[in-house]
């Protein structure tokens, strides 16, 4: 099994929920989606829902797998390894969504026509919701060359990864080149890469000043919360996800997110039943229920009138399908590698 911290256990059962609460509408909208009254908006409880606890859940998956990685030995073969299950997934799962959603003639009309092209196409991942393992991977080599080097420059390049990361924003307006802050990008999450080795590295530390260094961290999960919602709000942001204001692009999520692997540490923590189910199930959770939103809206919508409890309703048959078809394939046809 290897390194085990059943804190994080309780992260992969909430974070992957989360995902699916994000993918099946969020917590509603507000005028943060809309183009021409963005400037109009006013911070709603929504808004906090949707940016602020939903958004952690790609970050804090991102966090736990460097810092598994960063705990056990430098071994090109050991990321190799990793690498290739990446490939794995990123190969399996966009392909079988382009096919579902559009058959071969979708599979061909992803086909890039420039290198330049085929960078978006596996960044984006087809344009799909799988471009988390994209992001993955590149954190994963990131990570394995950080890991590598001495610690005063690791700090230097932690120090310059968060500074980078708060400029991207501002960066995206000067240079035009929404890119730089899309959702996609594997630049959004670079800072918590190293995050999570200096995290994993000096782990013993963290944990004896673990009060303090919580209230720093949320104190500057506030901070720059309040920075992002005065700056980086924008049209040209719209290109990049949807939104005017960046969905990743944002270094409180990195101080939101550590705040919550150093809770999640605690050796005091133990998982229960439940939830070691569903942390196992997690990532066949993840690839499996963007197949299932739009049948189980339909489903529900003939059963249950109202809106907020069809929304629900529909909500918890996503899920508890996506359990039940990832243990079914996982036990009669797909690899552990595919759905666990």
Same mark, same amino acid.
């Given at each position: %099994? ?51 606890? /939903? ?26 390894? *990793?690498?290739? !299950? ?9 392909? =079988? ?13 992803? #086909? ?21 393992? &994209? *992001? ?14 001495? $610690?005063?420059?690791?700090?230097? /390049? ?23 802050? +899309?959702?996609?990008? @594997? ?20 944990? !004896?000043?673990?009060? +303090?260094?919580?209230? /720093? ?7 720059? &919360? ?27 999520? %990195? ?6 692997? =150093?809770? +999640?540490?605690? @050796?005091?923590?133990? *998982? ?17 229920? $963007?197949?299932?939103?739009? $049948?189980? !809206?339909?489903?529900?919508? %003939? ?11 529909? !909500? /918890? ?9 990832? %243990? ?9 590698? #595919?759905? =666990?």
């Amino acid at each position: %099994m290897g390194y085990r911290i059943e804190g994080f256990d309780y992260l992969r059962a909430i974070m992957s929920i989360f995902v699916v609460v994000w993918h099946t509408g969020g917590a509603g909208h507000s005028l943060i989606n809309s183009k021409t009254e963005h400037l109009e908006h006013v911070f709603t409880v929504s808004d906090f829902v949707n940016f602020h606890l /939903l958004l952690l859940a790609v970050p804090t998956f991102i966090f736990m797998s460097i810092f598994l990685y960063a705990t056990k030995p430098i071994a090109t073969t050991r990321l190799r390894k *990793s690498l290739v !299950r990446g490939s794995i997934l990123l190969t399996f799962w966009p392909s =079988v969504m382009i096919l579902y959603i559009g058959g071969y003639q979708a599979i061909l009309a992803m #086909v890039p026509d420039s290198p330049v092209g085929f960078i978006y196409v596996v960044l984006r991942a087809g344009n799909t919701n799988y471009y988390f393992f &994209s *992001s993955l991977m590149v954190c994963l080599f990131t990570a394995h060359i950080f890991l590598l080097l001495n $610690p005063r420059v690791k700090l230097l /390049l932690f120090l310059f990864s968060v500074a980078l990361l708060a400029s991207l924003p501002e960066l995206t307006r000067w240079t035009r080149f929404p890119q730089l802050s +899309a959702y996609w990008s @594997p630049l959004n999450f670079i800072a918590i890469t190293f995050a999570a080795v200096l995290t994993a590295q000096n782990k013993d530390l963290i944990l !004896r000043n673990r009060r +303090a260094l919580l209230a /720093l961290s949320f104190f500057l999960y506030v901070l720059f &919360s309040v920075l992002e919602w005065r700056f980086s709000v924008g049209e040209i942001f719209f290109a990049g996800q949807g939104y005017a204001l960046p969905i990743y692009t944002r270094t409180s999520l %990195m101080f939101a997110v550590f705040a919550l692997i =150093v809770i +999640a540490l605690d @050796p005091r923590i133990k *998982s229960v039943g439940l939830v070691k189910y569903m942390a196992t199930y997690s990532l066949g959770l993840y690839c499996l229920h $963007p197949f299932l939103i739009s $049948p189980a !809206r339909k489903f529900v919508a %003939m059963i249950v009138q109202n809106e907020t409890v069809s929304l629900c309703a529909s !909500r /918890l048959l996503v899920v508890l399908s996506s359990y039940a078809i990832a %243990m079914f394939l996982r036990r009669y046809y797909l690899r552990d590698e #595919v759905v =666990v």
